[in-house]
């Protein structure tokens, strides 16, 4: 029977082609699945069905730049950064608690590891910003992921 599935290992479908030739021990180890993985491992750690996409919460330098967020309201904020090519970087943060406090996470999507955290906090109008730029503030010129939470 596994013989048999590895010469078809998707079988056809209804338009007579398969949706590939590559059989699962071998697809599960491409670069696809880890990132997948990767994703999941980001996103297990929140409550993800609840986000929503609030872009309009970043004041950005440059408003085609690949940066987007969305967030769990009162309680997370996450934003994918893409490259610095893409991405001219994120001016301030608005729309947050008045006066509060912040912890910025970096998370690096290559591996789900967290590469920097610092705080920040917010004026009377709920506005965050940060004392350098932003591509001065990340250890590596890559994607990267950030996770912003009210510190408690």
């Not at 994703?39 to 970043?58: A, D, F, H, T």
């Not at 440059?62 to 934003?79: H, N």
């Not at 590469?115 to 250890?139: A, C, L, Y």
């Amino acid at each position: 029977m596994a013989d048999k599935h590895r010469k078809k290992p998707y079988g056809p479908s209804p338009h007579g082609r398969s949706w590939g030739d590559t059989p699962w021990e071998q697809a599960y180890k491409l670069p696809g699945s880890i990132h997948v993985s990767i994703g999941k491992k980001i996103l297990s750690g929140m409550n993800w069905q609840k986000l929503v996409p609030c872009r309009e919460k970043l004041v950005l330098e440059d408003e085609k730049s690949c940066i987007f967020a969305a967030e769990v309201p009162e309680e997370l904020l996450l934003i994918y950064v893409g490259p610095p090519a893409f991405s001219g970087g994120i001016n301030k943060i608005i729309g947050l608690k008045p006066m509060c406090r912040y912890q910025f996470s970096l998370i690096d999507p290559k591996d789900a590891n967290i590469k920097s955290r610092f705080e920040f906090g917010t004026d009377e109008s709920g506005t965050g910003s940060f004392q350098e730029h932003f591509w001065r503030i990340v250890p590596v010129w890559q994607d990267w992921i950030i996770l912003v939470k009210e510190k408690r």
